[in-house]
């Protein structure tokens, strides 16, 4: 079994956006592996976020990956703005309008790691494929649109079936899993096969300092490490 290296993403957009640049650094500061950066039209899902122009202005403070999650309907119309601002991961969803291998290509094109993600309800046979063109398959334990909700341990089976599928198959691809993630679930997510995970509330909110939130789900995450 091959066992990938634990990173934590921790999601802007349960950062203060009044305070975007600070609150980045204290997450890298902190031990961030990434920055999840939660990219929301409005269509796709019932909210809207940020776009490019604000991925822009904050890569330069930035020196961690900017992994960009793009909950949108057309990707195909945003994938080069996204990578120009600067993005090293781009994920579409698997639920889009718009063409998942074409989608896929761009993004290889333009030498940016490519994700795929799945809603709770899309079984993972939507994504399988495309696994051999992908560096990600991002699962979903919460209804895309906000942070702040409830994981669905549900998900744990799709889980375990997309790290089962990487594993037989030798493939060279991370799991992130997203929604609803901190100190005292980490585990479950990686004792079910995933490496790289999502915080947003868990990461921004609370009373302690964002470097202990990181610290604390790393800790927990390492126990189920696969
Ligand atoms: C949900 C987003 C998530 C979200 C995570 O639509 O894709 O990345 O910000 O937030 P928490 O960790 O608070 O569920
Ligand atoms: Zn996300």
Redesign the pocket.
Known sequence: MNKRKIMIAP?I?SARFTHLEEDALRAEKGGADML?L?IMDGHFVPNISFGPAIVKQLRPFVSIPFDT?L?ISHPLEYIEKFADAGSDWITVHAECDDCISKSISMIKDLGVKTGL?LNPPTPFSEARDHMEDLDLL?I?TVN?GFSGQKFMTEVMDKLKEAKTFIDENDLDIDIMV??GIGRQNADVVTRNGGNML?A?NAAFGGDEPIASNITAIRKKALEGHL
Request: glycine share 14%.
């Open positions: 999601s957009l999840h939660d999650h909950m993600s991002l979903m895309p997203d929604g999502v947003g």
